[in-house]
């Protein structure tokens, strides 16, 4: 499961969508021309999207975390496989040897297809948990770059901000590359969540009860 691919996909599209208007562009009538129209300035700015997804406290965390849960659940489909192959081998040595009667041979069989079927519902279960989480984190992510970009044009205006990825574009001036700023302020914002959590925490934990007198 290439997380990583999935994160630069989510933040990408998170960016790809914010074609974001300049807020101080003025109304005009409808009788003026399409040139009256168009905005007195365009101002566009490109974020290097890599960067952000190596750099984003954010992804750097939720990676680590989506990967070791991608892991487990590796280990925990391939043990329940070796052990059913295992068992399944046992079968077949013991059935040649004619160690079973007819009715304990069916009897293990049928048990060795019950595991079989057990083992294709935890793979499916542990698939849907994992998606589900991942999908979670995503729209999070999504919403976290949406959400920063949005307020930080409130104050930069630009007219545009467009994401840069390999060699997606053919120029872009250095002057118009606005990644570290982005990249600082969505730490900033994110390093700040933890802190509201575990103060909300601290407030909402009961008050330890006085010892009782002797």
């Given at each position: 499961?290439?997380?990583?691919?999935?994160?630069?996909?989510?933040?990408?599209?998170a960016f790809a969508t914010l074609a974001i208007t300049s807020c101080n562009n003025k109304e005009v009538a409808q009788t003026e021309t399409p040139e009256q129209n168009a905005p007195e300035e365009l101002k566009i700015a490109f974020v290097e999207i890599d960067s952000v997804m190596t750099q984003y406290e954010f992804c750097k965390e939720h990676s680590l975390v989506l990967e070791k849960k991608a892991q487990n659940i590796q280990n925990t489909l391939a043990q329940k496989e070796r052990d059913l192959n295992a068992a399944a081998n046992n079968f077949q040595q013991k059935l040649q040897q004619n160690a079973y009667t007819r009715e304990q041979a069916?009897?293990?069989?049928?048990?060795?297809?019950?595991?079989?079927?057990?083992?294709?519902?935890l793979n499916q279960r542990l698939t849907n948990e994992y998606q589900s989480e991942l999908e979670k984190y995503n729209n999070a992510l999504s919403d976290s770059i949406k959400n920063f970009v949005a307020r930080y044009n409130k104050d930069k205006k630009y007219s545009l901000i467009i994401t840069k990825q390999g060699e997606n574009l053919l120029y872009a001036a250095p002057a118009l590359d606005i990644t570290s700023e982005i990249v600082a302020g969505l730490n900033k914002a994110y390093k700040k969540a933890?802190?509201?959590?575990?103060?909300?925490?601290?407030?909402?934990?009961?008050?330890?009860?006085a010892p009782a007198k002797k």
């Open positions: 499961m290439n997380t990583k691919n999935i994160f630069r996909t989510m933040a990408l599209s069916e009897q293990v069989q049928a048990g060795l297809q019950k595991q079989g079927a057990d083992l294709q519902s933890p802190a509201k959590t575990a103060e909300k925490k601290a407030e909402e934990k009961p008050a330890a009860k």
